[in-house]
């Protein structure tokens, strides 16, 4: 298996384990484990960003353009903010 295929399988797992924490967090009402759920997820997140840095510094990824301010305010008027 190819490193970028390596990063990018791993990429893959972690958002969607950041979905999944998401929703647990979301549905959880003890207050312990919904704190260290969230714990879990936010070192999850931190891990998201060294691989996508990495994918990025490599070329295996290349994030999608810049909105504009054209765009951006589009989407704001539509999301009623």
Same mark, same amino acid.
């Given at each position: 298996?190819?490193?970028?295929?390596m990063v990018n399988d791993a990429?893959?797992?972690?958002?969607?384990?950041?979905?999944?924490?998401?929703?647990?967090?979301?549905?959880? =009402?003890?207050?312990?484990?919904?704190?260290? +759920? /969230? !714990?879990?997820?936010?070192?999850?997140?931190?891990?998201?960003y060294e691989l996508f840095r990495?994918?990025?510094?490599?070329?295996?990824?290349?994030? =999608?353009?810049?909105?504009?301010?054209?765009? +951006? /305010? !589009?989407?704001?008027?539509?999301?009623?903010?």
């Open positions: 298996m190819q490193d970028k295929d990429l893959s797992m972690v958002k969607s384990s950041l979905t999944t924490y998401a929703s647990v967090i979301s549905e959880c =009402a003890n207050p312990q484990l919904r704190s260290t +759920i /969230q !714990q879990i997820r936010n070192n999850c997140e931190t891990s998201q990495l994918a990025q510094s490599k070329g295996y990824y290349q994030p =999608a353009m810049m909105a504009d301010n054209q765009e +951006i /305010q !589009q989407v704001k008027s539509q999301l009623g903010g």
